[in-house]
């Protein structure tokens, strides 16, 4: 008994000792193995591989990955014509040389971040000095992200090189700082305030030009139109009295007598109207009972 159980805490150990022994590296990382405290080699290929047993030897990873800066820095710069302008930036960087990388900056992705967070600063610091707000805002900020990246290589590559490769440097924002935008909005507002009002104004003076053209042509066009139909009026009753003379002087007789029926009929235009004549001496009702008037007698005419 003592011996399976002899048996089997040796197997265990054995298991131990080589589970302390192997190690996987994965493609994503750099595996570096130090010896007593000392690098000893970085494992650069991704698979299985072996070691002593600590403390005889340990083994770390790094990120071996394109990696992405964004700055958190929210202080202000100042450019050219010292306007205080906040900036949005993002660095991309890998880890290349694992040694040089533990050596003079640190044995992780933090140290190596935080060290090129201050340098990257500076960088732009130094840059956005020499340029105005509008040449950050124009074609010419893709000058100062290489002049950037440029200065940032150099300072990584310096006498003790940082073991990273700088690939990438964008700006992704420019803006004043919140005062100076408050007042840029201000200045905004009322201006486009004042054109809209100028806008409003010009409009209602066109309006009103508009308005009394209208008016204008519309009496125009009543005039003329009344000035028409007065002409039209004053021909048609010329062209009515001429017609009524022709008919008139060939039957004076008759003449007479339609006049007579008109100023009757005008007498009586409403229904209430009374007329006291005497039917014996009114040639109207003579007419009518079948006897014509002395003057209308064909007997009568000269």
Do not use: C
Not at 66 to 91: F, H, N
Not at 101 to 120: C, F, K, P, T
Not at 126 to 153: C, G, P, W
């Amino acid at each position: 008994m003592n011996r399976v159980g002899l048996i089997a805490s040796t197997v265990l150990v054995a298991l131990a000792l080589m589970n302390s022994m192997l190690f996987v590296v994965d493609q994503r990382q750099f595996g570096v193995l130090y010896a007593l405290g000392q690098i000893k080699d970085v494992i650069t290929e991704p698979g299985l591989n072996f070691k002593l047993p600590p403390p005889f030897q340990n083994v770390t990873y790094i990120d071996k990955r394109l990696l992405t800066l964004d700055s958190t820095d929210t202080e202000p710069m100042l450019t050219a014509e010292k306007q205080r302008v906040v900036i949005d930036w993002y660095v991309r960087w890998r880890i290349s040389e694992p040694t040089a990388y533990i050596r003079n900056v640190g044995q992780d992705e933090s140290a190596g971040a935080m060290q090129l967070n201050r340098v990257v600063r500076n960088a732009f610091q130094e840059e956005i000095n020499k340029r105005t707000v509008k040449e950050l805002l124009s074609l010419k900020r893709e000058a100062l992200m290489a002049d950037v990246k440029r200065e940032v290589l150099e300072a990584v590559r310096g006498v003790k090189p940082w073991g990273v490769d700088v690939v990438d440097v964008r700006i992704t924002r420019v803006d004043y700082v919140e005062a100076i935008t408050e007042s840029v909005y201000r200045r905004m507002e009322a201006e486009r305030k004042r054109v809209a009002n100028e806008l409003r104004s010009t409009g209602a003076a066109e309006g009103e030009k508009i308005r009394a053209d209208a008016d204008r042509q519309r009496e125009i066009t009543i005039a003329n139109a009344y000035r028409d139909a007065q002409k039209s009026k004053g021909e048609g009753d010329a062209q009515a009295a001429r017609i009524y003379a022709e008919a008139f002087g060939r039957d004076p007789q008759f003449a007479q007598f339609y006049r007579s029926l008109e100023a009757y009929k005008a007498s009586f235009n409403k229904k209430s109207d009374v007329l006291v004549v005497d039917p014996s001496s009114s040639d109207f009702f003579k007419a009518f009972q079948g006897h014509a008037p002395a003057a209308a007698q064909p007997g009568a005419r000269k």
